[in-house]
């Protein structure tokens, strides 16, 4: 084997460890983004449900993990929504929804910004370790 075949062994090896790493990473983001993704969901179907109720109606509000909660209308016109850090604002439902409905909108973008990003990683990958057997397998030859 000469040092050259060796330095290319070892750079192709260092470059599948980065892309192992890399997709991990891409991979944990897009979970990330999905968790996000069915949480507005759920709660733009909340929202959803929650018009046309009126002052004192009951209805079953998700209280997320598939759990609900038999809850009394008090103000079914009006929300209050978290918008981050420690800040919530009172909106009326259909402002609300049309927020919710932007971050969705967002958020799949995203969502499949980063899913095309892990595929193309996992194809990048997937070359490294082809690249990496060829040439192991050339260099075991050569030793034979």
């Known amino acids: 084997m000469t040092e050259d075949q060796e330095n290319l062994l070892r750079r192709v090896y260092a470059e599948q460890q980065i892309a192992s790493n890399t997709i991990e990473r891409k991979g944990q983001q897009v979970i990330r983004v999905q968790a996000y993704l069915d949480n507005y969901r759920v709660g733009l179907l909340v929202l959803e449900e929650l018009q046309g109720k009126k002052k004192g109606e009951e209805m079953l509000v998700n ?82």
């Open 63 to 144: 209280v997320g993990g598939e759990i609900y909660i038999q809850a009394k209308l008090v103000d079914p016109k009006n929300v209050t929504r978290h918008i981050g850090k420690d800040i919530s604002i009172n909106q009326d439902i259909a402002d609300a929804k049309k927020s919710v409905e932007e971050i969705i909108s967002s958020l799949e973008k995203q969502y499949d910004s980063l899913s095309q990003e892990y595929q193309e990683l996992l194809g990048w990958s997937s070359k490294l370790g082809t690249q990496f057997q060829q040439l192991a397998a050339g260099m075991q030859k050569q030793e034979e």
